[in-house]
């Protein structure tokens, strides 16, 4: 399903949870009438946070879609966390399933799960890690591909952080992004409803990827939200989504003639400031070693909290008055302190 990215966006979209066979067909129903959607997701076994809450049917979900698979001529994909749910998502012709982000965090459950879907021939999808740290999905993309499994595809459903800013998980959009640098290849798909955590932040958060060039979204869509069983706040309506994949439109790609000729000379000028601020940082950097060896020759301490404070307010002040984020300039600021300090330490 994902060895070729010419057919975007891919669109995956259903129920957080297989609640009842009339539920599903109503679903199969509603977006089986969709072309863009290319497979329905509703989650088998639901690992809940807490224990107490609606933990998923299991086999019995299975029965139904593999039945409504054959009814309605849809296919179906849901996350696994163990090798026997794999033997069962085969047993029952599930297409394709996805490996949630607790589970991805984890090797030694990653291989185990390698193991029963090597020789499968399902897609197999990643979610990331719950940690913002790129490197342990690349990890679990890299044991599913030595098992064999090249039908791979990577979704971003945000990064659960102390200060999540407003959304559920916080989407940290330049992980993804560094994923895609290392794996240019790999499709990626955008999880809007686990970001967001409300139906309302989803267009936008799916406009937000389609800028970023995501291949498709995996979204929670239900036919009824108010009454699911889980996640009831982040689910849209079959009618939500339609209007939402309306403005999906099919984008131009970078070889365009015309769009080439007009962003060449901008990306010239990004090149030659890039150079800039890279000779600028090191010739800081430079004038931080002086620095150190005067301090050294008169005893005085590297780190000099008033200074700094000083420093930090005034640059805050200048970035601000040329329209540049704070927050954004304050991590920067500190980055480059933090070099500093580090080379006069020496």
Avoid at 3 to 27: F, M, N
Avoid at 102 to 125: H, I, K, Q, W, Y
């Amino acid at each position: 399903m994902f060895k070729t990215k010419d057919d975007k966006p891919i669109i995956i979209a259903g129920p957080c949870s297989a609640e009842s066979r009339e539920q599903l067909h109503e679903v199969c129903t509603e977006l089986g009438a969709m072309p863009e959607v290319k497979m329905i997701r509703a989650g088998v076994w639901k690992p809940r946070t807490r224990p107490g809450g609606f933990e998923g049917l299991g086999e019995q979900a299975l029965k139904w879609m593999q039945q409504l698979g054959q009814e309605c001529g849809v296919k179906f994909c849901c996350e696994v966390a163990r090798p026997e749910q794999v033997e069962l998502c085969q047993r029952y012709g599930i297409n394709a399933v996805w490996i949630g982000a607790r589970t991805t965090t984890n090797p030694f459950m990653v291989d185990e799960l390698c193991s029963a879907l090597r020789g499968s021939g399902m897609t197999v999808m990643v979610k990331n890690p719950v940690c913002p740290d790129v490197r342990l999905w690349l990890g679990a993309i890299e044991r599913l591909r030595q098992a064999g499994i090249d039908d791979l595809c990577a979704v971003h459903r945000g990064f659960n952080m102390y200060n999540n800013g407003g959304y559920r998980n916080h989407p940290l959009w330049e992980v993804p992004l560094e994923l895609r640098r290392e794996l240019p290849e790999l499709p990626i798909l955008c999880d809007p409803s686990h970001i967001g955590g409300r139906a309302g932040l989803v267009p936008t958060l799916a406009n937000i990827a389609r800028q970023l060039d995501y291949d498709g979204l995996m979204v929670e869509v239900h036919p009824h939200p108010a009454d699911a069983w889980t996640d009831a706040a982040q689910q849209l309506t079959p009618t939500a989504l339609r209007d939402m994949l309306a403005s999906w439109h099919t984008r131009k790609t970078s070889t365009d003639a015309t769009n080439e000729t007009a962003l060449y000379p901008l990306r010239q000028k990004i090149d030659e400031l890039d150079h800039e601020l890279i000779n600028t940082l090191s010739q800081r950097m430079a004038v931080s070693r002086r620095m150190a060896d005067i301090k050294r020759s008169n005893g005085l301490p590297i780190y000099q909290a008033n200074r700094w404070a000083d420093v930090i307010a005034d640059r805050l002040h200048q970035a601000e008055a040329l329209g540049l984020d704070a927050a954004f300039m304050k991590e920067l600021l500190e980055k480059i302190h933090a070099e500093s300090v580090r080379v006069q330490l020496g």
